[in-house]
């Protein structure tokens, strides 16, 4: 029996950045890469495509640091 994949709908999915990132807040998954047993996203802004890094995609689980889906200013502001 296979083992069931960590973070299966991690490809696609879009995040707003608690903080700005690199000037942007905006971010969708367009890697994914796993070694061993972490899963780490490539994360690129949706407004500058040359902007993009890797990240441990266990930390896009902090609500601290990143929201699902895109954001508002408002709604940042909100929660």
């Not at 709908?9 to 700005?20: E, F």
């Not at 899963?39 to 896009?60: G, H, I, K, T, Y």
């Given at each position: 029996?296979?083992?069931?994949?960590?973070?299966?709908?991690?490809?696609?999915s879009?995040?707003?950045?608690?903080?700005?990132?690199?000037?942007?807040?905006?971010?969708?998954?367009?890697?994914?890469?796993?070694?061993?047993?972490?899963?780490?996203?490539?994360?690129v802004?949706?407004?500058?495509?040359?902007?993009?890094?890797?990240?441990?995609?266990?930390?896009?689980?902090?609500?601290?640091?990143?929201?699902?889906?895109?954001?508002?200013?408002?709604?940042?502001?909100?929660?």
């Amino acid at each position: 029996m296979a083992r069931k994949q960590k973070f299966p709908y991690l490809v696609g999915s879009k995040w707003t950045a608690q903080q700005k990132v690199s000037g942007w807040r905006h971010f969708q998954v367009v890697n994914r890469k796993n070694q061993g047993e972490w899963v780490f996203a490539e994360m690129v802004a949706s407004c500058d495509p040359n902007v993009r890094f890797w990240l441990n995609a266990r930390s896009l689980k902090n609500r601290g640091l990143w929201q699902a889906g895109w954001q508002t200013l408002q709604e940042i502001a909100a929660k």
